[in-house]
């Protein structure tokens, strides 16, 4: 299972760089979904862990079938996130109160943050 734990975005005429970076990527990677087994994980990936749907995505790929649920439970409590913050930016602007920047600032600066930029 932990050989489709591989990031293969880089294209052979790309830079010794980058391919480099994925080669690291991909090893965390294979050591996050072999530390899913612990149930204290588990845990703190339910309440804590923030995922991007790229990685979302590659760790659902690579993980086990029966985690694959908890990547899913991670996936919708951002869009929830995101819906909430983005409902009371929409109620704050409706309101008059324009401080802070546009609706799509404040998406993007929500995905940004969960993408750990």
């Known amino acids: ?3 489709r734990c591989s990031l293969a975005k880089v294209a052979s005429s ?3 760089f980058c391919r ?3 080669q690291e990527e991909s090893a965390r990677l294979r050591e996050l979904v072999k530390q899913m087994q ?4 588990l845990e703190w990936m339910k309440s804590q862990l923030g995922l991007c749907l790229d990685h979302a995505h590659e760790l659902e790929r690579c993980a086990p ?3 694959r649920p ?17 409902g009371a930016f929409l109620e704050q602007v409706a ?3 324009h401080a802070g920047g ?4 404040r998406a993007a600066e929500f995905l940004v943050s969960h993408r750990g930029l």
Request: hydrophobic share 40%.
């Open 20 to 22: 480099r970076i994925l």
């Open 95 to 97: 309101r008059g109160n």
């Open 65 to 67: 079938l029966k985690r």
């Open 38 to 41: 612990s149930a204290g994980f």
């Open 70 to 86: 908890v990547i899913l439970e991670i996936v919708e409590r951002s869009r929830c996130q995101l819906k909430l913050e983005l």
């Open 102 to 105: 546009g609706i799509l600032g």
């Open 14 to 16: 790309e830079c010794d």
């Open 1 to 3: 299972m932990l050989e």
